[in-house]
Structures are given as structure tokens and as C-alpha cells.
């Protein structure tokens, strides 16, 4: 199933404190099917190694950094951090042959971005655009997750939000509006662009008795889903106002960010980065609220969690039972068409995921 | 290996009690390969839905009930008791193909079966005589069990009560007698029927510390085994008599009924429903038999648990391996007869088990 | 897989004491992907039979020691010493079929070793030189793991020691000396024969603590590695001599054996038996060295065993992987060569592992 992997394309391999300088911080991962270790030089910069040593293939990620190169330890071979060996213990002369696959890495918004595809083509415009926590006017909580399913039930779950009145009852739902959106959705260069108001609704579950029993909001979302799994909210609050379509004429309440990153491991499961956070003004009005956010989400995941994993034994079973389509499936199929023809182009083979 | 499960059959999906009404009452189950999920409604029928939602295969099983129909929590789908969809939240229109395919239902004796097969050819006369906890005129302790083998070892198992002098010397054996029982085997409509006599041996082994340690008895064992894997044995105990041959002469001590379903939840593994008591004369002469009867089952199946489960692992590393017959064969292949001429109706496969 | 493995051979089934005449001591073990079960008769030898009964396959390994027979607790079936069985309760008459296939065993130096191929060709003369803990000029410490690799990882792991340097820095190494070596290997009729001297060196990880902080010792290590997978060493330490090579001039401080055997259960693990310890001379000198030996060992090979065990799943992964050859392969490639070409000779097959 690698055809499933964009492989020409940044994925998220984690939060850029977990690859710090010490001496433990040799970090293995599995991105889109691949094994790497990834560490940081005394320079600063993250290198990705394939995490197989080029002798027998023991694990790198067993290793030992040594100044800016990782030694094997299984044998003793050194390489630098452009993975060419350096020194082979027992000999003098060391075949050419004798190098490390590297991937290109770049750290942006606090996130450490792998390529897994022809490093020529590594484009840094092609990085996602995110709010990292690192940027003064947000106060961005992060966190991770490891979830057993496929990456594109992932993608599916987060291109239709209609599912926040179901799963996420007590968190980031809470209102049956929810499940009736008409979101409107747009083609980017690498995905999607989806927006809807919703107007005199419940507060979300997890912020609900912040509020009076009877309370109402309006709110606003905006998301931008790119390939592979991106994704970026904005959602903001407002008192409740008189409009039914368009923009609430309410007060603000909360401007918001979450971002969001599914890197897929291989078929069977993903690591999930994520970020919630509101903005200085709205911290100020809601002391805690960044907090409350955040903390939310790991709540919220293992809500999706639950379901996916259930969904992904059963679309493993039956990759061929004839699903019905619905209309909150436009977003799904949007993104996924955008996915599917991007791979396409890649690898020339057949859609991965008739889109719905 | 779908091809081993007989489709136009009444699988038992478990004890009544287990589907009461209660909202967190959505139970999954897998049978013959398929999962399930069943749920009571208010009118007091249990319905058996394929756990899978038709839009994008989640578990039905993490569903909510909502007066008689299911609404699955992932997009709000929900469907009435006969599986047709009646709201799809956000759109008014409904597809006539989203529905969740249905299976027939029936509750007898305290069990609930479900028809696996052609819901047509569901005839309620196919289900297996039982004698149900709710027999006023019996005792009968229920229980189950979850079994990592194949079905068909159970069934060889049970169409073979010989094993009880070896495996169950300390439960449902105690004496070498029973290793040369010579019982007579019938075939009857959709299985087998075996009847033997026992005469003078030891008191069972969960029974014996209630005789004196020389005592011996006469017993009388009536087994209706029909297919998939139903087992029924009205089980008598004697006084000792002077018979050697035919029905003992000596007195009744007790009549006990044990009913037994093992349904394959799919090639490995099993759940096994159970049953053992005794009527209510000879409970009264011996207070708590039933009680002993119904518990020495969970021991006993423990015992055999241990056995299948190894002997599964060794059948499915060497499905050629050939094997010897013996005479005690002859009621297990006689069954399996049975099983196999109806599968391969329903199939026109070859057999799926050799007689031996 | 099963090409793999070289079927006639000796392979370690355990030490013998585990091999005792106690009810329970009927021990399933996995050889070279085949099931075992051994169990020591009334006259002190141990058998092997296959672990299916020839009736149903069930798991022999749950059977009863009867005399010098074994029972199979499932049906009764009773086989002797011999694998003829020679009861089948509930008839008279034996099927000249109904045998259990045997395995010839041999018990040597305290190691009982099982014959896998063809009975006619198993030669004791076969069985691997090993010094046991039955010898009384020498205090060898016993032990055991199980590792989940593939045993020809191992072979690779024993033929180079240069690892030693870098695995077993606190253990067996502690000096990069080590992983320079530049040993001498030849072959021997059924393996290899390597030898080198390491002069000057730290005292290895286990022992350092006993000797001053900038001690330095010479060390001799003349090792026999056999097919499938046996391995024996005699390591001697001396004081630092002035030689820088041949033999040292120091003096000897201590004599030890290693004696070693990996047994492949199936492709993906081993049973792995091991001893060391020093001679009474050496004992004497240092009272207490073969419990330290013995013991360093379990430490060592759990270091080995997370290396193992990850690389075997790297290596499954990408068998194709196009691997780098280096001096220190030199020992590895010597041996397979040996294994590859008796396994050919067996099989006509093509080379299991493609000499690096």
C-alpha cells in the first residue's frame, strides 16, 4: 500500500523541543512507511538519517552522537550529518557506497518538517502555514497522539466537522447546529479552504459552564486543510447576534488558533501534532482559556480515536462494501481529490480513495 | 476460509438477559466471520444490524439508542429497527440504498439467535430444541466462555464424550470407563443423535466428594448435536445396578439437562454459551446440584480451552498433516457429515472437512 | 522459510537438568520451525517426539508420563518410549500408522542436542566440542535466553567480535582495541576457527572494577563457531606483556571457556544457551571470577538482544536492502558460507544468505 503516501511532500515528524542537543535525544520515527532517526547537531539544524545502518541494517536509532555525527553501535560505523561514512572501525579505506540515505529537514513554527520524497524537489514554499507557539501574539498549547488507523480516515474526519456534534458532545461540540453546517468549500494549490458561521448556538462542551445555563454564541470557523494532513483553524466566539447568515454582528469574545499535523506512520496508524491557543486580547478577557483549549483537544482526539480506530478494522475488512454518499462528504471528497491527484502525478497509478 | 461457516443457520449471539434495554445495551458481536451489533427496542424485540454505518463504515457498536432506532455517533446517521435510514443530519433527502443490512432475530429458551444466511429461507423450526433457564420444571446455571480456536475442533470435541476419562478426570470424567464408551450413533435431521450407558464407575470428579469413597453409579447420557454446533445431553445418574447392558436397573439419583451453543466468531475463535441443572425432584434430594453442575461447566471448558487452544495452533501450522483414524472417531465424523453436506448445498464447495 | 535451516544437525534442546523425571517435566520446545516435546524415561534417557498426537493433533506437551510412555490427555492415546503407540482406549486393534515421529537425542557436556534431519545420518560424532558444568577442571556458570531474531543474525553477530567494543562496552568490551582486531579465521570441518591477541588493553567492563584504574591486561581469544549455530571460546587473560604480537608474555591471571548454542525456534526467534567460567587455577586466584563470567553473560546478551531484535525487523522489512561489505564481515561470510553450502547440499536450493 506505499502508493498511498504523497511521498513528495513535508511531513510533520514532531514538535522541535523533542530533538534537543542531549546525548539521549536520538530520535526514531516511522513516516509514511519509512524508518528514521532524526538528531540535532551541535550547530542546531535536525538531520533525518533512514534509520538502517548501510553494513546490516541495525537500527541507528541505537546509536551514539558523537559531535555532529551518529555512530552505530552495532559496529562502530560513524557517519556525518550528511550521512557519508566517516569511519569504518577496522579499516582504512571506506567505500563510497557507504552512506546513510538523508531527508530534507526544516524547522518552522516549532514543528520539524521531513521531505520524504526526491530532495531535489524539496521546496520549503510547500510547508503549511501554521501558528507555532513560539509566535508572541498567541499563546498556543501543543500536544501529540498516536492513533491506530490510516491517515486518510484522518483527513476524511477532518474535512467534515459535521461530526463535532456527534463525537464531540462534551468538547468541541455541543450543539446539534453543528450537524446541519453548510460549510463552503474552496480549492487551494494543495488542498482546501472551508468557512461557515454558525449563529445562537451552545457554547462548546468543554467551555460550557464557564457560561450561564442558557448562554448562546455565535461563532465562526476557518480552515485550511493541505496535503497530506494539515490542518488550520481559526475559530472565533462572539456574543450572540441577530444576523442568520454572513458575519455575526455579536462582540468578539475569543479568537482562536489550532494547528494541526497527521503524519502518517504507515497503513495502520499516525502520529498526530496539535495546538490550540487564543490570542493575547482573548487570554487577557478569558484568563485560562489557552489552557482550556489546549488540554481540550487530547480529550477531543481520543474521542476521534475511539472511532477511528473501529472504523479503520472494518474499512480494512471490507475495502469493496459500497458506501453511501452524503452531503457533508463535498469537503472529504475535495481534499481527497486534491490527494489522490497529487499522487497521481507521482506515481502514475490508480486513485487511492474513490473520492465520495 | 468463509467457506467453513454454514450461512443458512440460527448462530447463538448470547443469553437474553445480556440484551436488556438499558442504554448502554449496544452490543457487538462477530459471527461466522461477520460482525454485529445487536440492541433491544422498547417494544421488546432484539435486532441484529451489521456493524457498519452504510456512509463510511463506523462501528454502529459505539452507536446511541434513540427510543427503537440506533443512531451512529460518528455523522448522526440513524436508523429504524429494520435498518432504513431515517435521518441523515443536514440533508433533507434520504438515498433509498442508505440502509444497514438487517438479520432475523428470534429469542427461544433464554437465547437469542440470529440467521446468518438468506433472510427467506430464516425458518424458525431450524432452531435446536434447548431447555432454557426460565424452565420452571429446571435448574439451569448458565454461563459463556471465549475460546481462541476453530469451531469445527469443538465440534469433533462435543461429537466425542470420551475425552471427558482424560480432560475432565477431575470435573466431567473420574472414571477410565468413559475412554471406552461404545455409543450409538443416529443421524437426524440437521445432525446427530448419542446415547450411551456407564455402568458402575466412579462419581464424577466435581461430584465424588459427596459419596463415599468407594461408591460407584449407573449413568445414562442422551446427546442431540445439531449444526452449526449445538449440543444438547440429558444426563441421569443411578444407583448402581446389575445391568451391564441397556437402561439400569438401579434408582434414579438425578435427571440433569446441560445445553450447549458455540458460535464461531470467525476461524479462530469461539464463543461458547452454556447451560447445566437439574430438575426439581432431584434438586430437592440433593440441595445446590444445579449450582455445581452450572459452575463445574466454567472448569471443565477451561480444561478443554487449554486443549483446543493448542491443538488449533498445530491444525492450522499443518492443515496436510494426515491423521489416524480411531473408532472413537465415528461421532465426530458423523456430524461433521452432516455440517459439510449442507455447506457444500449452500456452496457447491468442496468439503470443508474431511470425515475422518 | 524453512529452507533456512540446515535439517541435519544437532540442535541444543536445553540443559539437562531441565530434562528431569518429575511428573511435570514434559517440555514442548520449537526447533528449526518444528514442535517438540521431551521427556526423560524411567531409565534416565531423554526422547523427543513431534508435539501432535497422530490422531488429532493435539498438543502432546499436555500429555501424562506414564512409566516410559507418554499419554495424550486429549483421547487417551498412550505411545512408548519409541513413538509406537500402544493404547487407543475404546479399541483393540492398533494401526500401524498410528506413531509419533521421534527425533534422536544425545545428551553431551550437560547439553541435550535433538537430530532434525533423517535418523539414519545422525552422527554423534557431529556434536560440537563443548566444555559443560559437568567438568571438574573447570566452574562454568549456566544460563539461558529467548530472543526474537532470526538466528542467522546471530551466526553474524558471533563470527565478528569487533562488536564487542561497542555493544558490550560495560560488559564484555571496553576498549576500542576491540574493534580492531584483526583476527584469523580458517575453516574447520563443519565451521570456522578464529583467533587474535589484544595486548594493552582496559580491563573488559564486567571485571574493571576489580583491578587498579589504569590497569592494562593482554587477552588471547581462540574461538570454534559450528554449524548451525554453536560457539566456543577459551578467553585468557594476562598480565601486560611487551609483545605487540603472537602470544603474550605477561602472565596467565586467568583461563575461561565460553561455551555457547543459538537454536532457532522458527524464523523469528531463538533459544539461546550459554555458560562461562574459569578454571580451578583461575578460581583459586580469584575467587568468585566464574559467577562474575556466568553472570555478565545475561547482562551482554540482553544488550545483544535489543540490537538483534531490531535489526531482524529492519532486515524483514527490506530484504533487498543493498548492504555494505567491511573488513570485519570477513568471520560472518566464512561461516554462512560453510552453513549456505551444507543447506544447499541438503536442499539444492539456492544460497540462503548471500555471503557479504
Redesign the interface.
Known amino acids: 500500500m506505499a502508493e498511498i503516501f504523497l511521498k513528495n511532500a513535508w511531513y510533520c515528524a514532531g514538535w522541535n523541543h523533542e530533538f534537543h542537543q542531549g546525548a539521549g535525544a536520538v530520535i526514531a520515527r516511522k513516516i509514511a512507511g519509512e524508518?528514521l532517526v532524526l538528531y540535532r547537531t551541535r550547530t542546531g539544524h535536525v538531520v533525518a538519517f533512514q534509520?538502517?545502518c548501510?553494513?546490516?541494517?541495525?537500527?541507528l536509532?541505537?546509536g551514539r552522537k558523537e559531535g555532529d555525527s551518529l555512530?552505530?553501535?552495532?559496529?562502530?560505523?560513524k557517519f556525518n550529518s550528511e550521512g557519508i561514512?566517516e569511519e569504518?572501525?577496522?579499516?582504512d579505506n571506506i567505500?563510497t557506497?557507504?552512506r546513510v540515505r538523508t531527508y530534507p529537514v526544516i524547522e518552522k513554527n516549532s514543528w520539524v518538517w521531513v521531505w520524504m520524497g526526491d530532495p531535489a524537489q524539496a521546496d520549503p514554499g510547500l510547508i503549511c502555514f501554521s501558528v507555532g507557539p513560539e509566535n508572541p501574539n498567541w499563546n498556543m498549547k501543543i500536544s501529540k497522539m498516536h492513533v491506530e488507523t490510516n491517515y486518510l480516515?484522518e483527513i476524511?474526519n477532518l474535512a467534515?466537522l459535521?461530526?463535532i456534534?456527534?463525537?464531540h458532545n462534551d468538547t468541541v461540540g455541543g450543539d446539534?447546529a453543528f450537524?446541519?453546517?453548510?460549510p463552503k468549500h474552496t480549492t487551494t494549490a494543495r488542498g482546501t479552504h472551508t468557512s461557515f458561521w454558525v449563529y445562537s448556538h451552545r457554547p462548546l462542551g468543554a467551555i460550557r459552564h464557564l457560561f450561564p445555563e442558557d448562554a448562546r454564541i455565535d461563532s465562526n470557523w476557518e480552515i485550511d486543510q493541505t496535503v497530506p494532513c494539515n490542518w488550520n483553524m481559526r475559530v472565533r466566539f462572539f456574543t450572540p447576534g441577530t444576523e442568520t447568515e454572513g458575519p455575526s454582528n455579536g462582540e468578539l469574545m475569543a479568537d482562536t488558533w489550532t494547528c494541526q499535523s497527521v503524519t502518517p506512520c504507515d497503513d495502520d496508524s499516525v502520529d498526530y501534532y496539535y495546538s490550540w491557543g487564543a490570542d493575547n486580547a482573548s487570554e487577557a478577557r478569558m484568563p485560562g482559556l489557552s489552557d482550556l483549549l489546549g488540554g481540550t483537544l487530547d480529550i477531543a482526539f481520543n474521542e476521534d480515536k475511539?472511532?477511528l480506530e473501529?472504523?479503520h478494522l472494518?474499512?480494512k475488512?471490507?475495502p469493496d462494501?459500497?458506501?453511501?454518499?452524503?452531503?457533508?462528504d463535498a469537503g472529504p471528497s475535495m481534499i481527497l481529490r486534491v490527494l489522490n491527484t497529487l499522487i497521481k502525478k507521482e506515481n502514475e497509478i490508480r486513485p487511492v480513495l474513490e473520492p465520495?
Chains 1, 2, 3 share one sequence.
Open positions: 524508518r534509520d538502517r548501510p553494513h546490516r541494517q541495525a537500527a536509532s541505537l555512530r552505530c553501535m552495532y559496529h562502530g560505523l561514512c569504518i572501525p577496522g579499516q567505500p557506497d557507504c480516515w476524511e467534515d459535521s461530526h456534534a456527534w463525537v446539534l450537524s446541519r453546517i453548510k475511539v472511532m473501529a472504523q472494518r474499512r475488512e471490507m462494501f459500497k458506501m453511501t454518499r452524503i452531503l457533508h465520495a
